[in-house]
C-alpha cells in the first residue's frame, strides 16, 4: 500500500506537522503566560505525534502507533503535575508571568 | 672469582646495611614518643648487630683453608673470597641487567670492619655527647642512617648501586652537618657540602654512562673481567673514565677542588665530623679509586693526576692548616692532608698502602675528633685553641689518648701512622724522578703536620689556662671508653706491616708496585728521613708554642702577607665565591629570575589567565538563568543543524527536499529497521 494511492500525500501531513511544531516553538518563547507556555508544550507533542502516525499508516507500522500511545501518556502525566505546580505557582506569587519566576536565577 | 660459587656460606650480608635502616626507621618514626633509654638501646644495637655480622664474617674467611696469592709471599688468604650475595635483579633495561648484588671481599672486609667498628664506638661515645641535646633520637636516627648508607657503598657489587650509597651517605651527611639548622652557619654549611659534593657526582655519573657505553655492564668483577679479556686496551676512554671518577672521589673525599666543604663541615656535632668527616664517608673516594682499581691501571695519565692531586692537596691544607685556631677546623684541615696522602698512594698504584692508611688513619682521626669533642664537652662547648691551654691535669683521659693520637699522626714508630705513612712514601719515591718529587712534598706534609699537631696538643693542654672562669671536667665513661678503644687500636693498628697487609688485599686491590722487588735498605733510609721530619716539627712546635710563645706572633707578623693567605685559607672560598658562586646568582636573580621567570614564563600565565577572563566575561552572558533564552538557543541549533544537513546534502549530491520524500522515506526506513533490530 503506498502514499500514492491516498487521497492525502505524505508531504502534507509532515508539513502540517512541522508547522504545528513550528507554533509549539514559537509559542513556548514568546508567550508570557505559564498556561500558554505549557499548552505550546502539549502543541510541540501532538506535532511529534501526527508523524508518529503518519509513518506507521504509511509504512503499516504498528510500533509509531504504540509510540503515540505512550507520548500521549507521558503528556497526560506530564499535565497532571504541570497543571499542579503551575497552580502552586499562582498560589506563592499570585502571577503566572513566565518573567517574574525567576527566582533561581544567578 | 668464581670461588664463591663452590663455598656457598650463608653469612648474612644482607643484614649488615638492614640492621642500622631499621634502627633508622625505628628511631626515626617512634624516636621521639619513646623514652629515652630505648632510644639509646636501639641506636647502638644497630650498629652493634652489623659489627656482630662483619666479625662472624671475617672468622669465617679466616678459618677457611687459605691459598697463597703471589708468587714468592708467604701469606695467604681464604679461598672463599669474595663472597657474592645476590638478593634480586634491580633493573633489566635491554642488555642491561643490575642486581642487589652484595660483595664480600678482602677489600669490603677490612672497610666494613672500619665502618662498623668505629661507627660502633662513635655511636658509644654520642650518648655520652649528645645526653642533653633535645634532637638525640633524631641524631641517632641520621647516624644509623649513615651506616645503612656506607655499608651499602662497601659491599655494593656494581657501581650503580655504589652510586646509591655514595649518594645516600651524601644525604647522610648534610642532615648531620646542618644538625643544628637553627644555628645560620650550620644550615649553611650543610648546604654547601651538599652542592659541592653534587659537583662531585656529577663527575661521579658521567663515568657510570662512559663506563655503561663502554663495557655494557656496571658490575665490578664483570668489568674487571672484560679489561683482563682485552690487555691491549689502555688510555683513551678509559682516561676519560678515570677522570671522572677522580673528580667524584674528589668531591666526597674533599680533595682539590672540591675540598671547600670539609671545613665547613665541622658545623655539625663532633661525632658527626668524627664518624663522617674523618674516620669513614671522606674515605668513599678512596675506596672508590681502590675498588675500580684495574680501570686506573690501564691510565697511567689518571693514575698521575690522581697522585698530583694527592701531593697537592696533603701539602695544600697542611700549610692552612698551621694557622687555624678553632680545634676541629685544625683537624679537618689535617684530615684533607691526610686523605690527600691516600690519593697519593692511589696515584702511585699502591692501592694497598692507600687502605692501610685509610684503616690507621680511621683509627687516629676518629681519636683526633673524639678528643677534641671531650675537650669541647669539658670546656662547655669552647672551639677555641686561644682560649683554651692547662687542660694536661685537669682532663687526665683525653689528654693522653690525645696524645697518642698527636704522636700517631706525627708518625712517630711504633704507632700506626709510622707504618702507614711510610709505606705511601716508600710507594712514591719508587715511582721514578716524579715520584722523587711526590716523596719529598709528602715528606714535608710530614713534617708540616707534625707541626700543627703539636701546636694544637700544646695550645690546648699546655702552659696556663686561659680560660680561668671555666671548669673543665672530665666526659663520662660512655665516652672515655671509645677513647680509650681508639687509642688502643692507633698504637697498635700498623704492626700488621704493610706487606701482610698488602698480601690480603692483593686479590682485591693488585699487588704492591714493589711486591716484586722489595729494597730494605732504602726502605729503612727513607724512614729515618720520615722520622727525623716528625721530630723536627715536634721541636719547632715545641718551641714556638710551649718555651716562646711570642715567637710565632712575631714570625706572623714578620710575614704579614703570608700569614693572611694561610689564615684565609688562600683566600680559595672568596674566590670561588666571586667566580663561581657570584655570577650564578647574578643570572638566576636576573636573567632566570626577571627574564625567563617573571618576565617569560609569568607574562604567559597572566596572558592565558587574561584570555579565560575575557572569555568568562563574554560568555557569562548566555547563563542568563531565563528558561525562555535556553529554549531558544536550543531551537535556534536545531534549525541550524537541520540546516546544515539541508545545505550540506545537497551539496553531496543527496537531494533532501521536503517535496521530493525518497530520502526521508529512505531514512527512517533505515531508522525503524534499527529499532526493530534494538528491540529483539
Given at each position: 500500500m503506498s502514499f500514492l494511492q491516498q487521497d492525502v500525500p505524505l508531504s502534507w501531513y509532515l508539513i502540517l506537522s512541522a508547522i504545528l511544531f513550528s507554533l509549539g516553538v514559537i509559542g513556548f518563547l514568546i508567550k508570557r503566560n505559564l498556561i500558554t507556555v505549557f499548552m505550546s508544550i502539549e502543541l510541540m507533542l501532538n506535532a511529534v505525534n501526527l508523524s508518529f502516525v503518519t509513518f506507521a499508516r504509511q509504512w503499516n507500522e504498528v510500533r509509531g502507533q504504540i509510540f503515540v500511545f505512550f507520548v500521549m501518556m507521558v503528556a497526560a502525566a506530564e499535565a497532571a503535575v504541570g497543571l499542579a505546580i503551575i497552580i502552586a505557582v499562582f498560589r506563592a506569587r499570585s502571577t503566572l508571568a513566565v518573567d517574574r519566576i525567576n527566582l533561581m536565577k544567578l | 672469582m668464581n670461588a664463591s660459587s663452590a663455598f656457598p656460606i650463608q653469612l648474612g650480608l644482607w643484614l649488615i646495611p638492614l640492621l642500622p635502616f631499621a634502627g633508622f626507621l625505628l628511631n626515626g618514626i617512634l624516636g621521639c614518643r619513646l623514652p629515652r633509654w630505648m632510644v639509646t638501646v636501639i641506636g647502638l644495637l644497630a650498629p652493634l648487630g652489623s659489627l656482630l655480622i662483619v666479625f662472624n664474617a671475617t672468622l669465617v674467611a679466616a678459618s677457611h683453608p687459605g691459598i697463597t696469592v703471589c708468587k714468592g709471599c708467604a701469606y695467604q688468604v681464604p679461598s672463599y673470597l669474595p663472597n657474592v650475595e645476590n638478593l634480586g635483579h634491580w633493573l633489566a633495561v635491554g642488555s642491561l641487567h643490575i642486581d642487589f648484588s652484595l660483595v664480600f671481599d678482602q677489600l669490603s672486609l677490612v672497610m666494613l670492619l672500619v665502618v662498623t667498628g668505629v661507627g660502633f664506638l662513635i655511636h658509644v661515645y654520642s650518648v655520652g655527647y649528645m645526653h642533653s641535646d633535645p634532637g638525640y633520637a633524631r641524631f641517632f636516627s641520621y647516624l644509623n642512617l649513615f651506616l645503612f648508607f656506607m655499608t651499602t657503598l662497601v659491599l655494593a657489587g656494581n657501581i650503580l648501586l655504589m652510586f646509591v650509597g655514595w649518594e645516600g651517605v651524601g644525604l647522610a651527611s648534610y642532615l648531620l652537618i646542618a644538625f643544628w639548622f637553627e644555628k645560620p652557619t650550620a644550615a649553611a654549611a650543610g648546604k654547601k657540602a651538599f652542592v659541592v659534593n653534587r659537583i662531585g657526582d656529577f663527575g661521579f655519573l658521567i663515568a657510570i654512562f662512559l663506563i655503561l657505553a663502554q663495557f655494557g655492564t656496571l658490575t665490578f668483577s664483570e668489568i674487571a673481567a672484560k679489561l683482563a679479556a682485552n690487555p691491549t686496551f689502555t688510555g683513551g676512554v678509559l682516561t676519560v673514565i678515570c677522570l671522572c671518577l677522580l673528580f667524584g672521589a674528589a668531591g666526597k673525599s674533599a680533595q682539590l677542588p672540591l675540598y671547600v666543604w670539609l671545613p665547613d663541615a665541622m658545623e655539625g656535632p663532633t661525632p658527626v665530623s668524627a664518624l663522617i668527616h674523618a674516620a669513614t664517608m671522606v674515605t668513599a673516594g678512596v675506596y672508590m679509586i681502590a675498588r675500580t682499581h684495574f680501570l686506573f691501571d690501564r691510565s697511567p695519565a689518571a693514575l698521575s693526576t690522581v697522585a698530583i692531586v694527592g701531593a697537592a692537596t696533603a701539602i695544600f691544607a697542611a700549610t692552612i692548616g698551621l694557622v687555624q685556631n678553632d680545634i676541629k677546623r685544625v683537624l679537618a684541615y689535617s684530615t684533607i692532608s691526610q686523605l690527600g696522602y691516600m690519593f697519593l698512594a692511589c696515584g702511585v698504584a699502591a692501592y694497598s698502602a692507600a687502605i692501610f692508611h685509610l684503616v690507621t688513619h680511621a683509627f687516629f682521626k676518629a681519636l683526633l675528633f673524639l678528643c677534641a669533642g671531650s675537650v669541647i664537652h669539658a670546656l662547655g662547648g669552647e672551639q677555641d685553641m686561644r682560649k683554651m691551654g692547662g687542660l694536661r691535669t685537669k682532663i687526665p683521659i683525653t689528654f693522653w689518648t690525645m696524645t697518642i693520637a698527636v704522636f700517631t699522626i706525627a708518625g712517630f714508630p711504633p704507632l700506626a701512622a709510622f707504618f702507614s705513612k711510610d709505606s705511601i712514601l716508600y710507594a712514591a719515591f719508587l715511582q721514578g724522578s716524579g715520584g722523587i718529587v711526590l716523596w719529598f712534598v709528602g715528606l714535608f706534609t710530614a713534617l708540616l703536620t707534625a707541626l700543627y699537631m703539636f701546636r694544637l696538643w700544646y695550645m690546648t693542654f699546655f702552659g696556663e689556662s686561659r680560660t680561668p672562669d671555666a671548669h673543665p671536667h672530665e666526659s663520662p665513661w660512655s665516652m672515655r671508653a671509645p677513647l680509650i678503644i681508639l687509642a688502643l687500636l692507633s698504637i697498635c693498628g700498623g704492626w700488621i706491616g704493610i706487606e701482610r697487609f698488602a698480601a690480603f688485599l692483593a686479590p682485591s686491590t693488585g699487588a704492591l708496585p714493589w711486591a716484586a722487588a722489595a729494597n730494605p735498605r732504602l726502605e729503612i733510609a727513607l724512614v729515618a728521613f720520615a722520622v727525623a721530619c716528625a721530630i723536627v716539627g715536634w721541636r719547632i712546635a715545641h718551641v714556638f708554642y710551649l718555651r716562646k710563645p711570642e715567637r710565632a706572633a712575631q714570625l706572623a707578623a714578620s710575614v704579614p702577607l703570608g700569614y693572611d693567605l694561610l689564615a684565609n685559607k688562600f683566600y680559595i672560598d672568596e674566590l670561588y665565591n666571586s667566580v663561581i658562586v657570584k655570577p650564578l646568582f647574578v643570572v638566576s636573580r636576573?636573567?632566570?629570575?626577571?627574564?625567563?621567570?617573571?618576565?617569560i614564563l609569568g607574562g604567559l600565565a597572566w596572558l592565558l589567565a587574561g584570555i579565560a577572563n575575557l572569555s568568562g566575561m563574554v560568555l557569562q552572558r548566555w547563563q542568563s538563568g531565563n528558561l525562555r533564552s535556553y529554549a531558544a538557543w536550543l531551537a535556534a541549533a536545531a534549525a541550524a543543524v537541520l540546516l546544515f544537513v539541508l545545505l550540506a546534502g545537497s551539496s553531496h549530491g543527496w537531494s533532501l527536499t521536503l517535496f521530493h520524500p525518497e530520502p526521508i522515506l529512505k531514512l527512517s526506513r533505515i531508522s525503524i529497521a534499527h529499532l526493530g533490530q534494538a528491540s529483539h
Open positions: - | 636576573y636573567i632566570l629570575g626577571w627574564v625567563v621567570d617573571a618576565a
